[in-house]
């Protein structure tokens, strides 16, 4: 029997309003400015931007804020929001190699023109809470020294790898329309544009899980860390009107540069392979990740067994966006009502019929059953 | 020079037109009424220009036909109004612009798309003098209750058959929006048209 | 176009009174937001590919003598989209440069202070290694 149901809109209202409450905690305590979140939870919002796949500091710090700080929720807000808006074009793509860099490290280089520079990272904290932050007080200001004569000029170190031609050149450009997963389904296998585009819109805790499953041994890369880099670049539009591209304004960028063992084959001299990361503000873990995964899933290409679940594109594209994941888990609670009744009639039927049979000292139908 | 303006009131003027538009074509061979205030630089009609406007954007690369092509002023306000690439190649086009229907290009050189995907094809946007659902040529086909007739002009001398051979190779093809001095109709690859004997 | 793009509202409308000129215009394209999907290379300098989106804010204006104007920055703020472009239209006027010029050079002193400030910043995190002990030789 079917029947068909409405209401709950004033529960509805209701809850909204509760939510509301909620999310403003105890009066009693000061309400959080966008502002405030946009500078103090930075990275909390660098996270949003990334896997909101836009980047606008005070919508996604707006859009925490709404979520009380759920960042599933708040991609959520973000990307509804983008969907709303009219897309003027694509960017000049950024030239990394130009970063004004607050953080540049190499795992695999010492010493290399502008220098290792820590940048605000927690690698070397000692991670104790530190109590003191529970009382206000403003920290020491940072220290300030002359940068080298060569810091202003910070060249990726695979460029300097690959000159010896020890490091797999990036794939060229070709001027091929670039891929937009945006505007086109997914068509598998999947271009490698489109596959970073994923992944750098991807869950960070899918993404790294996945880029830790290779190093476990579900898919060996034998990774180093060629660099990573943080920092602003410039980003620069050509309007269809105007001919001549112009200054958009600075974004925050991190990069990784993985570099990866090949033994090479008949074709190709044993050189390096390369993994690569980037994205939206100071996302380090996530560029990592990124780039062991952009890595795997070359294993096709690079002529190497695939069988681990990173190295399965569709495995890894269609279940890294936070959004569709959480859409079709969290669809579960919302009413089934008819398909359970169905459901719940087919079991009182089975059962009835198991009964009956039992009844009966039906051998194969109680075998079934168990 | 100086740049004619756009749509006074951008969102509601550009989706009353991409209403026309989606009527037109959910309704094929059926004449209805295309409102605009717009004043392009000639040879672009108001029409072309409203469903340019409406349509095209910085993902849907637009061509336009030799007298359109010719202006600079044409391009330089479509540039400026839709953000749209202009393109020289017909198979690139999203859209084409077409103010000398009489000289439209064989459908051939346009994008009719794939298999997989029949929406990568192209919308042909045609400025007629003349267009009436009173007479001419029957179409039959989805969106059309028994037969629709549609009488445009200038066309090609091999029109007919063009549209026949169009509408053969459904689910390919390219779609057309037929537009007039305050007018407009659709004619997609859906709309089959009938032969006289059937009509 | 990329000093105005990186002033502060407050900014704009300071260096406009302050090199004296209107702002008076009239819309080409009122101010409007949209997305500028942002470009990456694979491998930093290779093919490009679609990294995500950025908020970006555009205005066109016309000046009574006829100078056109525009302005295409990150962010939604429309008013200063606006301004921007009056800047820009100014500046359009060789007669008027010098004092646009001017009066964004607050800007530029401003971004290249904060440019600099970070710069020593990050230099002050270099790593400055040094020999304990060489093996072998």
Redesign the interface.
């Known amino acids: 029997m079917y029947v068909a149901v409405k209401g709950g809109e004033a529960a509805i209202d209701n809850a909204h309003r509760l939510l509301a409450e909620r999310r403003r905690g105890d009066p009693a305590v000061p309400e959080l400015t966008v502002a405030q979140i946009r500078e103090q939870m930075s990275l909390l919002v660098d996270r949003v931007?990334?896997e909101?796949?836009?980047?606008?500091p005070?919508?996604a710090a707006l859009a925490l804020k709404q979520a009380r700080g759920d960042v599933v929720e708040a991609v959520f807000l973000v990307r509804a929001y983008?969907t709303t808006?009219?897309?003027?074009?694509?960017?000049?793509?950024?030239e990394?190699?130009a970063m004004?860099?607050?953080?540049r490290v190499s795992a695999t280089f010492?010493?290399m023109p502008g220098?290792?520079?820590?940048?605000?990272t927690f690698d070397y904290t000692h991670r104790l809470i530190d109590f003191a932050l529970a009382a206000a007080g403003e920290p020491e200001p940072?220290?300030?020294?002359?940068?080298?004569p060569d810091?202003?000029l910070c060249p990726?170190v695979?460029?300097i790898l690959g000159q010896a031609g020890l490091l797999e050149?990036?794939?060229?450009?070709?001027g091929?329309p670039?891929?937009?997963?945006?505007?086109e389904a997914v068509d598998f296998p999947a271009d490698?544009?489109?596959r970073?585009?994923a992944l750098?819109?991807g869950d960070e805790g899918f993404v790294l899980a996945l880029g830790y499953s290779t190093q476990r041994g579900y898919g060996r890369t034998h990774p180093f860390v060629g660099e990573i880099r943080c920092g602003t670049v410039?980003?620069e539009?050509v309007?269809?009107?105007?001919g001549f591209s112009?200054?958009?304004?600075?974004?925050p960028?991190t990069?990784c540069?993985m570099v990866n063992q090949f033994h090479g084959s008949g074709d190709v001299p044993p050189q390096f392979t390369?993994g690569?990361g980037?994205?939206?503000g100071q996302g380090e873990r996530k560029a990592m990740a990124m780039a062991l995964v952009d890595r795997s899933l070359r294993a096709s290409e690079l002529g190497e067994a695939v069988g681990a679940p990173a190295q399965d594109q569709e495995f890894v594209l269609a279940h890294c966006d936070s959004l569709q994941a959480t859409g079709f888990v969290e669809h579960l609670k919302l009413p089934h009502y008819v398909d359970f009744q169905a459901e719940l009639e087919l079991v009182r039927r089975l059962r009835a019929e198991h009964a009956a049979a039992r009844a009966q000292g039906d051998a194969p139908i109680r075998e079934a059953a168990e | 020079m100086a740049l004619r303006p756009g749509f006074a009131d951008p969102v509601h003027d550009a989706q009353a037109v991409f209403r026309a538009a989606l009527d037109a074509l959910s309704r094929p061979a059926r004449v209805r009424p295309l409102p605009t205030a717009l004043a392009p630089p000639a040879p672009l009609s108001p029409e072309l220009a409203a469903l340019a406007l409406a349509l095209a954007?910085?993902?849907t690369p637009l061509w336009l036909d030799p007298p359109l092509a010719g202006s600079d002023d044409v391009a330089?306000f479509l540039?400026?109004h839709?953000?749209?690439?202009l393109t020289a190649d017909p198979a690139e086009a999203a859209f084409a612009l077409i103010a000398d229907p009489a000289r439209c290009p064989d459908f051939a050189a346009f994008a009719r798309g794939a298999p997989d995907y029949p929406d990568r094809s192209a919308t042909l946007i045609l400025a007629l003098r003349h267009l009436d659902d009173a007479a001419g040529p029957a179409f039959a086909g989805p969106g059309i209750r028994g037969r629709a007739r549609i009488d445009a002009g200038p066309v090609p001398a091999d029109w007919a058959g063009r549209l026949a051979e169009n509408a053969a190779a459904f689910p390919l093809g390219i779609d057309l929006i037929l537009t007039a001095p305050g007018r407009i109709a659709g004619l997609p690859r859906a709309a089959r048209l009938l032969q006289p004997a059937e009509a | 176009?990329?000093l105005a793009?990186?002033a502060t509202l407050a900014e704009l409308r300071a260096a406009l009174s302050d090199a004296g000129l209107p702002d008076r215009a009239e819309d080409l394209r009122a101010p409007?937001?949209?997305?500028?999907?942002?470009?990456?290379?694979?491998?930093?300098?290779?093919?490009?590919?679609?990294?995500?989106?950025?908020?970006?804010t555009?205005a066109a204006v016309r000046l009574p003598g006829g100078e056109t104007g525009?302005a295409?920055?990150?962010?939604?703020d429309r008013p200063k989209a606006r301004l921007a472009a009056i800047l820009d239209a100014h500046w359009q006027n060789p007669a008027h440069r010098p004092a646009v010029e001017a009066a964004l050079g607050a800007v530029a002193d401003r971004r290249a202070g904060a440019?600099r400030?970070?710069?020593?910043?990050?230099?002050?995190?270099?790593?400055n290694?040094f020999t304990l002990v060489r093996g072998e030789d």
Do not use: C, W
């Open positions: 931007m990334a909101g796949s836009l980047y606008d005070d919508l983008r808006l009219p897309r003027f074009g694509a960017s000049v793509p950024v990394t190699g004004a860099v607050d953080r010492k010493d220098g290792q520079v820590l940048g605000p940072a220290a300030e020294a002359e940068p080298g810091a202003a990726r695979t460029d050149a990036s794939p060229p450009e070709a091929a670039v891929g937009d997963l945006t505007r490698r544009a489109v970073l585009q750098a819109r410039a980003v539009f309007p269809e009107e105007l112009v200054p958009l304004g600075d974004v960028l990069e540069q390369r690569y980037l994205v939206f | 954007d910085a993902d330089a540039r400026f839709t953000g749209a690439p | 176009m990329a793009g990186a409007e937001t949209g997305l500028v999907m942002t470009r990456g290379r694979i491998g930093g300098d290779g093919r490009a590919f679609n990294l995500g989106e950025a908020t970006v555009r525009f295409y920055h990150l962010g939604r440019a400030a970070r710069a020593r910043r990050a230099a002050a995190t270099r790593v290694f």
